[in-house]
Structure formats: structure tokens, C-alpha cells
């Protein structure tokens, strides 16, 4: 058992960054981690070879993926199947995800 401090929390970002990304546990099936977008930010993340799951634990936007645009906020959980595009969009709040990848992040090359 191992409790994974910090998970999920908003960080403040680095003076300059566009957003952070902090995994917090790696293990061959899976990895977690947080993704922190400030108000007003941009989502520029391209497709994961892995399964990959948010749990958004702050802030407001919308997720746009090939089926549409979904607004989310605390609470909100959303599954993205390896390779599907997918960013989230007019951040409104400052946004904090838990994020939860199956097997762990980039231990997928692509086609696989």
C-alpha cells in the first residue's frame, strides 16, 4: 500500500510555464499523476499511446474530443481511449486533473 501525497492538488505553475505535469507513481501497469492548466491556458497535448482516465478535482473548461465538447468541473471523470485526440478548452478556473494512465504513461510506442 502506498498513499500518494499531493495527487490531484493544484500547484501553482513556475513563472513562464504553460501548464504542469507531475507523475506521482510509475509502476509497468499503469502510472498516475497531476495535470495543472491555469484560467485563460492552453491545452496543447497530443494523443497517448495509453488508456487514460481524469478525475478533474478543481477549476472549470471543457474537454473537446472527436464526439463533441463536454464541460467539466469537480468531480467529473472522463475516460480517453489510447490514441483519441482530445484537449481541454476555454479553462475558466484553474484547472487541476488526477490522472490515471493504463499501462503506465509513454511505456507504449505507438501502434502498439
Known amino acids: 500500500m502506498q498513499i500518494i501525497e499531493g495527487a490531484g492538488a493544484w500547484t501553482p505553475l513556475a513563472d513562464g510555464a504553460a501548464n504542469d505535469w507531475v507523475e506521482h507513481l510509475r509502476v509497468p501497469a499503469l ?51 489510447a490514441g483519441e485526440e482530445h484537449r481541454f478548452d476555454e479553462v475558466t478556473e484553474d484547472l487541476a486533473l488526477l490522472v490515471v494512465f493504463g499501462p503506465a504513461y509513454g511505456s507504449r510506442t505507438p501502434g502498439r
Open 31 to 81: 502510472s498516475v499523476g497531476t495535470y495543472c492548466i491555469p484560467a485563460g491556458g492552453l491545452d496543447n497535448q497530443s494523443p497517448h499511446t495509453e488508456d487514460e482516465i481524469y478525475v478533474v478535482t478543481a477549476g472549470r473548461a471543457k474537454i473537446v474530443t472527436p464526439d463533441g465538447t463536454t464541460e467539466v468541473g469537480p468531480g467529473s471523470v472522463i475516460f480517453v481511449p
